[in-house]
């Protein structure tokens, strides 16, 4: 398809487990993002990617929370010892450059810590 | 500190009415405003993007504002539709930079359009 992808689209887990949600980008979008949303609210910044390396982690909570792009296409947002405040939707988003151009979202992973 | 506040936070209107959706920046320096679609289950969806310069855009039943002065957008939607139930955010971009956080998103307004 010609979207974001972003799979599983739901996740249960419980307290203390791994978890790995994949993104697809849009291909050629060289920009990629991950935000966390939660509910009623606007997305909130984790990380950046510009290619394959982390130009801005700064939104990431704690060490608790990786990701990776070691292609520069595919992403990987991994997350450790989970905890129930962890609970949230993951949202993707890729742009063709970054800086200001349009984020375009997936539709999400909805992350549920038991 | 850059903030985007919308107001209201929910609405309720019947199909076939107008409602106007309110949003104050105070996001520096300005590079664009865009509103975006959310529905449920979905990841959110540009409708309009607002430079600097520009007043008033519209899409199809929707027409956004902005008064880059008083630092304010609104959304206004004509003719509501069922399908126009979703949560509405507005997003203010800063300019310069190649850091991540360079969106500033809204809180949301979730809009319900009754039959």
């Known amino acids: 398809g010609a979207g974001v992808s972003q799979t599983p689209s739901n996740k249960v887990t419980e307290k203390g487990k791994y978890v790995e949600l994949r993104c697809d980008p849009i291909?050629?979008?060289?920009?990629l993002y991950w935000y966390r949303q939660s509910l009623g609210q606007g997305p909130e910044f984790l990380i950046y990617f510009q290619g394959t390396g982390a130009a801005d982690d700064s939104g990431l909570p704690n060490d608790r929370f990786f990701a990776v792009r070691p292609e520069g296409s595919v992403s990987t947002l991994k997350i450790q010892r989970t905890e129930r405040g962890d609970s949230a939707v993951y949202l993707c988003?890729?742009?063709?450059?970054?800086?200001?151009?349009?984020?375009?979202f997936g539709p999400g992973t909805r992350l549920t810590v038991l | 500190k850059n903030q985007v506040e919308q107001s209201p936070q929910s609405l309720i209107i019947l199909e076939g009415k107008n409602c106007t959706l309110q949003?104050?920046?105070?996001?520096?320096?300005?590079?664009?405003l865009r509103w975006y679609k959310q529905d449920t289950g979905r990841g959110p969806v540009s409708l309009t993007i607002?430079?600097?310069?520009?007043n008033t855009k519209s899409n199809g039943r929707y027409t956004a504002t902005l008064d880059a002065d008083t630092k304010q957008s609104s959304l206004h939607i004509t003719a509501s539709q069922l399908s126009d139930s979703a949560s509405y955010i507005c997003?203010?971009?800063?300019?310069?930079?190649?850091?991540?956080?360079?969106?500033?998103f809204g809180g949301g307004t979730r809009l319900m359009v009754k039959p």
């Open positions: 949003c104050n920046y105070t996001v520096s320096p300005f590079s664009n």
């Open positions: 997003v203010v971009t800063r300019k310069g930079g190649n850091a991540g956080n360079m969106l500033t």
């Open positions: 291909s050629g979008h060289t920009a």
């Open positions: 988003a890729s742009s063709f450059s970054g800086g200001d151009r349009e984020q375009f």
């Open positions: 607002m430079t600097f310069s520009e």
